[in-house]
């Protein structure tokens, strides 16, 4: 079956552009999860949603970030005037039930964005 | 807050070995959960092994096992009979209790690059 996908995944921008990273989970799950992952470190949570709700954007380092799944269901992370510090790989993952379950978080491919 | 600290930036085996990776964390919770994540030059994490903290029994999936301290807050990967698929990232992440909101999150640490030799 098919599992989480994103796109793109490889974007170039020129510092102060906006971009836009799309996150398509496994079809039927509630959670969605975005991870910023900077070269040669692991992953770190930016935000998470269960279904159109986002319950945790803890993560998210300014305000220039936004993420949104509004019919819960493919999830776009913005960054608003990107800057040089934004150049990560944001990994999407998803898992089939809601808060309080321990299921198994699958992850996309990654977009690497690079901030020229 | 929860950390987790993987020591070993990079490692090397020879195929048909046994390798271990080490994990230690750092919480005040009681009941959580670990994971190791592999992730291959693709980019796509992979889930290996999981352990859930209240079980006294240490996890294991064919060539994978872990060895479990809680009272040490260790969480080591053993991979036996190495093969060169191996060849990895491998991220060693902590899940807090599900009874507290915000512990949905997954927290990693910075991985260890697993090189198998042929």
């Known amino acids: 079956g098919a599992g989480v996908s994103q796109s793109p995944r490889y974007k170039v921008a020129k510092r102060g552009q906006d971009v836009a990273l799309r996150c398509d989970p496994i079809?039927?799950?509630?959670?969605l999860f975005w991870y910023q992952q900077a070269l040669g470190q692991g992953p770190e949570f930016l935000t998470y949603?269960?279904?159109?709700?986002?319950?945790?954007k803890s993560g998210l380092p300014s305000d220039r970030f936004f993420a949104e799944r509004p019919e819960g269901s493919v999830s776009t992370l913005k960054i608003q005037r990107t800057q040089q510090e934004d150049s990560a790989v944001y990994l999407c993952?998803?898992?089939?039930?809601?808060?309080?379950?321990?299921?198994?978080?699958?992850f996309g491919p990654g977009t690497r964005l690079t901030v020229l | 807050a929860q950390t987790v600290t993987q020591s070993q930036p990079e490692m090397s085996v020879q195929e048909a070995e046994t390798v271990t990776l080490s994990c230690t964390y750092d919480t005040s919770e009681n009941n959580y959960y670990l994971f190791w994540y592999k992730q291959p030059p693709s980019r796509q994490m992979i889930l290996v092994i999981r352990?859930?903290?209240?079980?006294?029994q240490n996890a294991t999936e064919n060539r994978f096992s872990v060895n479990f301290q809680k009272a040490a807050k260790s969480f080591s990967l053993k991979i036996s009979d190495s093969q060169l698929g191996d060849t990895a990232m491998y991220f060693c992440a902590f899940r807090g209790s599900i009874s507290n909101f915000g512990n949905e999150k997954l927290t990693f640490g910075t991985g260890t690059r697993l090189t198998i030799i042929p």
């Open positions: 352990q859930e903290a209240y079980k006294q």
């Open positions: 993952a998803s898992s089939f039930r809601g808060g309080g379950s321990t299921d198994t978080q699958y």
């Open positions: 079809s039927g799950h509630v959670s």
């Open positions: 949603f269960q279904n159109e709700a986002q319950l945790d």
